[in-house]
């Protein structure tokens, strides 16, 4: 047999069938071989894999391209996400306008400027979004739309949309029995905070002048109120039965909600968490402001052990492309510090420090919960595993290789990391795109506007 690129004596991750000893054939970009001994391969280009393991390229499906800066300038920032091992972003964005302006623009941009595959899920805002559905999802190859429970009441106020809905629990369940009328395969992602709850704490604290960093902002949005708008998300979803994936799970209240009812995860429901949620407590430093905030070393312990015993089955960064001086932009205080922060290239060394070496999560499931779920959440066919007929997408790992996070180490734009100076291990040694090298010991290999719009199908 005759291969374009061999991949031999690498130690192979599958998500599903855990690590085995065989090598990868690749031909015009996809996976057309694995093969248990080479005697018989003809092959134009050979890498040698000893000693290293290879994992199905990463998936981030949580990022904010374009928030602070044009989606030009955010989209021409992506080889981060490639030097950490992510081949592919499904980009969470929100417009007032019609999407079916709106994706043929960004699908230009990011084919003009990615240096990594890409899609989007779009936020549900308006009237003209859910008349347009089927249309978006037909003409755009778009199966995936975020629901903002953070947002009731407010659309209008505070985005100027007009003829918003009001994000409503009402809404929450008609949205719900849309897609599960279109198909089964449609996705709403959900962000899950009781915001009654959020903004009397946040006028509470400002009247008091509270202004303690994370322990402030984490006091404003306690794991009480993320559980209660989770259990009624997942009972609203469990009544219509549809297909849900809860983005940056945050607290341990949440994660006893998911164990204490299994039920309720019986229908469809796909559970994210992120690293910082994992990895820093509102003990650190706020430029690690998010929404939800990050909360207490405990919370941090509960959902490791959610991850451990599957009742959380993803992980996404929330990624969010900014500087030091955008994110101080309107002042230093805890309520004036903007939202969100770049992280998205530590995602796969964070993972094999703190879940593989430091707690004995298995690699299988380290793959699959940055790759396979996430492909089969976001209905991206071809990506998130290592078979034949998938995009011969790569993260080639030493394990054992440690560097100390630093935003020159990422290639990135930005001037910060909330994960600076924390040494990890298991970085991607070779990272590849599509049957293509697209970084070699640590360095990009290629130029921008490689990466390629992917579109989906129901």
Not at 144 to 151: A, I, Q, V
Not at 202 to 216: D, F, H, R
Request: proline letters at 4%; glycine letters at 8%; a negative charge.
């Amino acid at each position: 047999m005759k291969v374009e690129l061999l991949i031999k004596n690498g130690s192979v991750v599958f998500p599903k069938e855990g690590v085995k000893q065989v090598h990868l054939g690749v031909n015009g970009g996809k996976v057309t071989g694995i093969f248990e001994n080479v005697d018989q391969i003809e092959a134009k280009n050979v890498l040698d894999a000893e000693g290293l393991h290879i994992f199905p390229g990463v998936i981030d499906a949580h990022e904010h391209i374009g928030i602070y800066n044009s989606i030009e300038e955010d989209f021409l920032d992506t080889k981060q996400h490639a030097i950490g091992g992510v081949t592919t972003v499904v980009n969470m964005d929100r417009q007032p306008i019609s999407y079916l302006d709106f994706v043929p623009q960004v699908q230009e941009i990011g084919e003009k400027n990615s240096y990594i595959d890409f899609t989007y899920t779009l936020g549900i805002l308006t009237e003209q979004h859910i008349d347009e559905l089927e249309d978006t999802i037909t003409k755009c190859g778009i199966t995936s739309f975020k629901f903002f429970r953070n947002y009731e009441r407010q659309l209008n106020d505070k985005f100027n949309v007009d003829n918003g809905i009001d994000l409503s629990s009402y809404d929450l369940v008609r949205l719900l029995e849309k897609f599960k009328a279109i198909s089964p395969k449609l996705l709403l992602a959900i962000h899950c905070e009781n915001m009654d709850i959020n903004r009397a704490l946040i006028s509470k604290y400002k009247s008091e002048g509270a202004n303690n960093g994370l322990k402030t902002w984490s006091a404003t949005s306690p794991g009480y109120a993320e559980a209660e708008s989770l259990l009624s998300t997942l009972y609203l979803n469990h009544v219509v039965g549809g297909n849900v994936y809860i983005v940056h799970l945050s607290s341990a209240a949440s994660v006893d909600v998911l164990e204490k009812m299994p039920w309720l995860q019986e229908s469809g429901v796909k559970v994210e968490t992120c690293p910082h949620y994992l990895c820093l407590t509102e003990e650190d430093s706020l430029d690690a402001k998010v929404g939800p905030p990050i909360h207490s070393q405990l919370d941090a312990g509960r959902l490791w052990e959610g991850i451990a015993n599957g009742t959380i089955n993803a992980i996404g960064t929330d990624h969010v492309p900014n500087s030091l001086e955008k994110k101080y932009s309107k002042g230093e205080g805890v309520f004036d510090a903007l939202y969100g922060f770049p992280s998205v290239g530590c995602l796969l060394p964070i993972m094999i420090t703190e879940g593989y070496q430091k707690r004995g999560l298995p690699l299988e499931r380290i793959a699959d919960i940055t790759s396979y779920q996430l492909a089969e959440s976001f209905n991206l066919e071809s990506k998130g595993r290592i078979e034949v007929g998938a995009d011969a997408d790569f993260a080639i790992v030493d394990l054992d290789k440690k560097k100390t996070v630093t935003p020159e180490l990422m290639h990135s734009n930005s001037d910060y990391s909330v994960f600076e100076g924390r040494e990890t291990s298991g970085w991607p040694v070779y990272t590849i795109s599509r049957g293509e090298v697209i970084v070699e010991n640590g360095a990009p290999t290629k130029e921008y506007g490689r990466g390629k719009f992917v579109r989906r199908f129901i």
